[in-house]
T-cell receptor, first 114, second 116 residues
């Protein structure tokens, strides 16, 4: 079952604009991670935010986490054509027996038009 | 350091056959997780192995199985293939299993399986 749900499903912007993607989840989490996937290839880890953190930055990426609303957002500033990809949020939640399971949303497809 | 490698990259099988996919983690990584990605269901967790032991399993039928070797390489097997098994199968490795630390998973390029 999907834990994280991204919104919007697809986003098309002009190069240079900012892109914001949102992720909502249902249960308590240990951390939330964002990944990028280029056209049916493997996923690339972008950023991890712990449940006790509210905001994190990495280059042009800014992630926020609101555990009270069970939501996160990923902001990509000054987008480039190379940012065109699908973006997934993944929540790490306790699954029993000392393990955490990473559950992915269905992703947001971002198109950056040159 | 070489990344996660998966073989084969592409595979075509027919219904009823079985298939074995292989994953070699990043050197030093001892945890390997497998995921199935389809357009309809998205990315779904299959299982996680650490030190040759399955630590976690997703909601997949028993036709899906896996194992991990002493060198941390992992294989997953799907028996009696169904059309719905057509998917991109992704393997990810990390230093430690999920829950020990907040580990980043590094993904391989995937094996695209087509079942006819």
């Amino acid at each position: 079952s999907q834990q994280g749900e991204e919104d919007p499903q697809a986003l098309s912007i002009q190069e240079g604009e900012n892109a914001t993607m949102n992720c909502s989840y249902k249960t308590s989490i240990n951390n939330l991670q964002w990944y990028r996937q280029n056209s049916g290839r493997g996923l690339v880890h972008l950023i991890l935010i712990r449940s006790n953190e509210r905001e994190k930055h990495s280059g042009r990426l800014r992630v926020t986490l609101d555990t009270s609303k069970k939501s996160s957002s990923l902001l990509i500033t000054a987008s480039r054509a190379a940012d065109t990809a699908s973006y997934f949020c993944a929540t790490a939640a306790y699954s029993g027996a000392g393990s955490y399971q990473l559950t992915f949303g269905k992703g947001t497809k971002l198109s950056v038009i040159p | 350091k070489a990344g996660v490698t998966q073989t084969p990259r592409y595979l075509i099988k027919t219904r009823g056959q079985q298939v074995t996919l292989s994953c070699s983690p990043i050197s030093g990584h001892r945890s390997v997780s497998w995921y199935q990605q389809t357009p309809g269901q998205g990315l779904q967790f299959l299982f996680e192995y650490f030190s040759e032991t399955q630590r976690n399993k997703g909601n997949f039928p028993g036709r899906f199985s896996g194992r991990q070797f002493s060198n941390s390489r992992s294989e997953m097997n799907v028996s009696t293939l169904e059309l719905g098994d057509s998917a991109l199968y992704l393997c990810a490795s990390s230093l430690a299993p999920s829950g020990i630390r907040q580990e980043t998973q590094y993904f391989g390029p995937g094996t695209r399986l087509l079942v006819l």
